[in-house]
């Protein structure tokens, strides 16, 4: 496929590429979707990054290559996910619209099911291959559950079943997530391509703690020579940032290490009652003064968190691969994760961590005691070797070659 020319439509409805990663709805997908526009857009392919607009609507130009659409739908202000499907027509028709000015799409990428019952319809009527980006399944989250948390709906589930049949390809981020495509979605295995996302290993690097270190210990009060832990992601119970709490605690109690836990990240809309929960947690456990909670950061404060960092922990129930495993194994900073999911290829066991099977805080206390007594410098050099083999030009090469199985006409 010729790529210089050709004008994709990478659709993210309920969330902007734009957002910060770990606030609201925003995540490793909204991360993934700038890098990989960016690294297309080097190829010469000019990428319309298209989501709903909360406020006015507005067209920006991020990058050369690529323009950030917020498209009117719904009436302004946030409308919660499970509300999204409702406007999904209104916001199709905007995203077609769009498509019928200038040279026209390509093919529409769409980013989570949302935004694939959004704009099927749109690349039927265009007449263009439609490629969908799950990035997680309905299934596969049903089959994880923390405690108290709903179910996916079965309109998701209906919706990605049908989604996996008319798309005339799926990327999945793992094989992990192919595997519950093939087997509960009953996607063509045919149509899957599995590409992982990359890491950006000249911002995510060790290096910045010689400089970062003094400014982190500052800002989140933690005394110099104090272990430092971090949890990142979005404040939920999938992600289960309890179990981080809990194990902090064991390590007190062992007595052998002090470490502060940083968490960084804000709540999902409807799960703003966990930030409470946890901050109740870490007082009962007698860990108020131990815990940090940062918020969302920017690209370049998470950077400068992961190089101070001693160990970074993953403690959610699922993950469809986990961008943040290869972020912090850039910054030469060992995870522990549970054994399952995507964390069976986003963390090389052993090499760029640990993972446990279990999830009991004494195990993951074991673990983590384990990184901080090992060789530092020996850790954070397999660590960033293993991140070194996942870049977004791999990634974009790979998306590319998707798109040119699908015969994209050249314009």
């Known amino acids: 496929m010729r790529s210089a020319g050709t004008r994709v439509a990478m659709v993210s409805m309920h969330t902007s590429p734009a957002a910060p990663a770990g606030s609201r709805d925003s995540g490793g997908m909204n991360v993934l979707l700038l890098e990989l526009a960016r690294e297309l857009a080097c190829h010469g392919v000019e990428v319309d990054l298209i989501t709903r607009a909360e406020g006015v609507p507005s067209t920006t130009i991020l990058s050369p290559g690529v323009t950030l659409h917020e498209l009117a739908a719904g009436g302004p202000g946030p409308i ?58 309905g299934a596969m989250k049903n089959r994880t559950l923390a405690a108290a948390q709903a179910a996916e709906p079965e309109l998701r589930l209906r919706s990605e079943g049908f989604l996996a049949m008319q798309a005339n390809a799926i990327i999945a981020g793992s094989a992990a997530e192919a595997t519950s495509l093939i087997d509960d979605v009953r996607a063509p295995a045919d149509r899957i391509w599995v590409i992982p996302p990359g890491v950006d290993i000249g911002l995510f690097t060790r290096a910045r703690a010689a400089t970062a270190d003094a400014a982190v210990r500052a800002e989140y009060g933690i005394a110099s020579g104090t272990p430092v832990i971090t949890v990142a992601g979005r404040v939920q119970p999938l992600k289960d940032q309890a179990l981080a709490i809990h194990t902090l605690a064991e390590l007190h ?54 190089a101070v960092s001693s160990v970074t922990l993953l403690p959610s129930h699922s993950e469809t691969f986990s961008l943040v495993a290869l972020e912090s194994a850039a910054s030469g900073t060992p995870v522990v994760g549970f054994r399952g999911t995507g964390l069976l290829e986003s963390v090389a066991d052993g090499v760029s961590g640990v993972l446990v099977d279990s999830r009991d805080p004494l195990d993951w206390a074991v673990a983590t005691s384990a990184l901080l007594r090992g060789d530092r410098e020996a850790a954070a050099s397999a660590a960033r070797r293993h991140a070194e083999g996942y870049t977004w030009a791999a990634t974009a090469a790979a998306t590319l070659a998707v798109y040119g199985s699908l015969a994209v006409p050249a314009v």
């Open 80 to 137: 919660r996910k499970e509300a999204l499907p409702s406007v999904s027509d209104e916001f199709g028709e905007a995203v077609a619209r769009l498509g019928r000015t200038g040279p026209g799409f390509d093919v529409v990428h769409a980013h989570y099911w949302i935004s694939g019952i959004a704009t099927l319809p749109v690349a039927l009527e265009l007449g263009i291959p439609f490629v969908q980006s799950f990035h997680t399944v």
């Open 253 to 306: 109690l062992a007595g052998e290490w002090t470490p502060t836990l940083v968490i960084a990240g804000e709540c999902t809309p409807g799960d703003d009652g966990y930030l409470e929960e946890l901050a109740e947690l870490a007082h009962n456990l007698g860990m108020g003064s131990r815990v940090r909670f940062a918020g969302a950061l920017s690209r370049e404060r998470l950077a400068d968190l992961f």
